[in-house]
């Protein structure tokens, strides 16, 4: 099974394909098994790269708070111990989060962002209100 050490964590991760490089960021409490039914046609295309978030799946469970900046920060990670510069970055829910905190953080690293059934991680408070009535 494949782990790669980074923010302190052993986090799990698969490789499946060719082609320019695809990571996909699960969502809260489901593992990358989540993309059981997407990986065949992804893997078609593209080097596609799944992981278990940190406290998921087979990735370690530190007994600590976690953050969208640490989340992001292991995407990183995982881009970084595989040697990837730039990917394709799709996340769905909590994973469309964590997609663009990486994204804020590593605008350079991102050849293309897609978010699934997500919010959007604005950290301003302007933005607290209702889509329709939001400001941003």
């Known amino acids: 099974m494949p782990h790669l050490w980074t923010n302190g964590v052993n986090l799990y991760y698969e490789e499946h394909g060719s082609g320019e490089p695809l990571i996909l960021i699960m969502g809260f409490t489901v593992s990358s098994i989540g993309w059981r039914w997407n990986l065949p046609a992804f893997a078609q295309e593209f080097r596609t790269i799944v992981f278990d978030n940190r406290g998921v799946g087979q990735s370690d469970k530190p007994d600590e708070p976690y953050s969208m900046a640490m989340f992001a920060d292991d995407t990183a990670g995982v881009l970084d111990g595989l040697g990837i510069d730039q990917a394709h970055v799709f996340g769905i829910s ?43």
Do not use: Y
């Open 94 to 136: 909590m994973g469309g989060m964590i997609a663009q905190e990486f994204t804020l953080r590593n605008p350079q690293r991102v050849k293309t962002l897609t978010l699934g059934c997500t919010h959007w991680a604005d950290r301003t408070p302007r933005c607290r209100k209702t889509p329709t009535s939001c400001a941003c």
